[in-house]
């Protein structure tokens, strides 16, 4: 059921995690892998985030059964082209890329009559790079399988059961829903939160210095956010556009609807929201999704 060797094509935070993860939990499993950048390929050969490091993409999907790219959403398609002609026929490709549409269409373009299954785990920190990775960055976390409408249920499955043996729970939904539900669960809090530090470090009547001073009153959550790579992130938003810009427009909505309240005075309206708000977060802490402490558990990784 599950794969005899995985090629890994970029070896930054969800690569090495994949790799990592895989030698913790399946042991007969063979890792290759291949990033772009020489550093990050030195790097991840003294973590031995994978069995064998490969000096080009083709010699790293030599062999295998599962290719999966972990690289930013806007070099997928260039990814897959350079492993077009060294791809086996019976290898699955995928991905673990955060918006789904656009990379499924730049995979099925690049690599034309592969069987693609992309995935997107719902696992990640603020850091990037071939020292970020830990190998149960994605146990009880979500993983999204989002198959084609044609695709083999028997490759679906294998996927599934692989995810499944690096601690995931899995989930199975069309591109579109995916791109839809991601904007509004990570895609736009992540452009609320480089927007208020960008606000907070242009204001001129509040020094740089009081920013980071009193950053505890809730700014510092924010900055946590605000740190995450900004290649990653600026490919997300020009990869789930519509998605990103339809979820924006209901969010300014309820935004004018507060700045009224508050301008109308109308503290039943605040905390009403409030209280519905505080309701989320306990759900989201005993579906163990997070954790209450103030670190968020941070400390343990
Ligand atoms: P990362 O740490 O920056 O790693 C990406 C690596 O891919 C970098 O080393 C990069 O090298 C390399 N790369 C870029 N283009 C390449 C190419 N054509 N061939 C081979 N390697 C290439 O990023 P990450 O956080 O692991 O993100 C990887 C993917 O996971 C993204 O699609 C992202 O959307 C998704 N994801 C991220 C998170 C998260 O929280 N970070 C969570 C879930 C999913 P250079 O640095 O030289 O460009």
Redesign the pocket.
Known sequence: MTFGRVAV?????????VGLAIADNLPDCTTTG????PA?RLRAAERGLVNRVCDT?AEAVAGADLVI?????G??G??AA?IADALPERAIVS?????KAS?AEALRAALPGATVIPA???????????D??FAHLFRHRWCILTPPADADHAATARLSAFWEALGARVEIMDAAHHDLVLAVTSHIPHLIAYTIVGTASDLEEVTRGEVIKYSAGGFRDFTRIAA??P??WR??FLSNREAVLEMLGRFTEDLTALQRAIRRGDGEALFDLFTRTRDIRRSIVEQGQDDARPDFGRSDH
């Open positions: 094509v970029g070896l930054g935070l969800l690569g090495g995690s291949y990033d772009a950048d990050t993409a790219f972990c690289v930013p959403v070099a997928m260039d990814a350079q991905d673990v890329g955060s918006s990379v997107h785990p719902v696992a990640g920190t603020e850091n990037s790079g071939p970020a990775g995450s790579d290649v990653m490919d997300v």
